[in-house]
């Protein structure tokens, strides 16, 4: 672990410390004034901290960083993301190898850690850079699926936390319902509601409930992606890498005006699309449950089955996908959730002994990191870099992927004997 730490902070906390010794402290200047205004009473969302678009529990929870000056605070809070990369890393790592079938061992699970971090290096780098809480979210995956097995209530807990944080998280529920997960899924209503009234504490109810729902307004800003309208978020317009983005740029070029028969028309057809996008990606994957024998409707037979656990960390991952790909507000830099998913591409890439299984995955893993990591940054690759996030190629590469992992993942889920007759 200490070499996972060492290596995530040889390839990505030189140019946040240097971001920092600049007095550039990026988005994490948002957090630290909207903390400073939940310490003083403030307001969370106006005055210095105006960019803030977060639930209340981030600022509520980062108020102690408030008693240092802002340079300290950010040098702390890039300590403590590097932490939480390297406890993410690593434990995505562990579960994938266990996933995958294979024997654990300290050295495999430090080169499957390795290997992953490599494939989004250029994303946590970014998180990095911009001081953002990314890296909270792809730890809180990796306990969520770590105890979704044996501890319901910390896997609830977990995913309750990071949902107050970023809503997307909250995509992780109509899932556990789908599995029958009860436990899990109640758990983790409990928690979002005790993690969303925590800063009631320091608040009081009525200015908290105030405090969600101006969160809730500013999400709903940034989420907007209707292209015909005038003050359409501008993550929507430019920054959107995901293919909800791409599809609302595509449709709403040469729109001209914000008619509203033809603004709810293009509305309309863009929903269509994602959709039916969404529902291809969804076929193919059906098709495959359904050669290698495994339900989608009902609980898997036997949770603690190996083919069980491999099929619930492939499903997890394709959760992460999910969010990624068609949420209305997904940037380059969100990707940085893929660590758990390229960790187990890459643990399932030694597993398997067949080539025919191996060759697509691998084609897969660097096609994904090729849509992550190029075209390169600077003002020589700066035209082809915004086309490439308009097409929302990262994206689309990242669907690929995620077929390939089903392909090669998927195991042939054993079928129950018959019932022994009576004599």
């Not at 948002?30 to 903390?35: E, K, L, P, R, S």
């Not at 266990?98 to 989004?120: F, K, M």
């Not at 005790?194 to 800003?221: E, I, K, Q």
Request: hydrophobic share 55%.
């Amino acid at each position: 672990m200490i070499a996972v730490a060492l290596g995530m902070a040889a390839l990505s906390a030189g140019g946040a410390l240097s971001w920092i010794a600049k007095g550039s402290y990026h988005d994490f200047e948002q957090f630290y004034f909207a903390a400073l205004a939940m310490h003083d009473g403030g307001e969370l969302y106006s005055g210095r901290s105006g960019g803030y678009v977060y639930p209340p529990l981030t600022a509520y929870a980062l108020m102690p960083l408030t008693a240092c000056p802002l340079r300290a605070a950010a040098t702390i809070w890039l300590g403590m993301n590097l932490a939480m990369g390297t406890a993410a890393a690593w434990l995505a790592a562990r579960e994938a190898v266990r996933s995958a079938g294979l024997a654990a061992s300290p050295w495999l699970t430090l080169g499957v850690a390795v290997v992953g971090t490599l494939v989004v290096a250029d994303k946590i780098r970014s998180c990095l850079d911009q001081g953002q809480s990314d890296l909270v979210m792809v730890l809180a995956f990796v306990l969520g699926l770590r105890w979704l097995r044996s501890r319901a209530w910390a896997a609830g807990a977990a995913l309750g936390l990071v949902a107050n944080i970023k809503y997307a998280t909250l995509a992780v529920l109509p899932y556990l319902v789908l599995r029958r997960r009860w436990r899990t899924a109640g758990w983790m209503v409990a928690w979002v509601i005790v993690f969303a009234m925590l800063p009631a504490l320091h608040r009081g109810w009525g200015r908290n409930l105030d405090d969600l729902g101006a969160a809730v307004g500013a999400l709903s800003r940034i989420a907007d992606t209707d292209a015909t309208h005038a003050d359409l978020a501008p993550i929507a317009r430019h920054r959107g890498v995901s293919v909800t983005s791409a599809v609302t740029r595509w449709l709403g070029r040469g729109a001209g005006g914000s008619g509203s028969g033809g603004g709810g028309g293009r509305s309309t057809l863009a929903v269509l699309c994602i959709v039916g996008i969404a529902g291809a990606e969804a076929l193919i994957a059906a098709v495959l449950y359904r050669r290698r024998g495994i339900p989608l409707l009902r609980p898997l037979s036997d949770p603690s089955a190996t083919c069980a656990r491999r099929v619930t960390a492939l499903e997890w991952s394709g959760l992460i996908v999910a969010v990624l790909a068609f949420s209305p507000h997904t940037e380059g830099r969100h990707m940085v959730l893929l660590l758990p998913v390229t960790c187990l591409a890459v643990a399932l890439l030694v597993a398997e002994r067949r080539a025919a299984r191996r060759a697509p995955l691998a084609a897969g893993l660097i096609l994904l990191w090729l849509g992550l990591t190029l075209p390169p940054g600077g003002e020589r690759f700066h035209a082809m870099l915004d086309a490439w996030r308009a097409a929302a190629g990262a994206s689309w590469c990242m669907l690929l992927m995620y077929l390939t992992l089903l392909w090669t993942g998927l195991p042939t889920m054993p079928v129950a004997a018959p019932p022994a007759a009576r004599p």
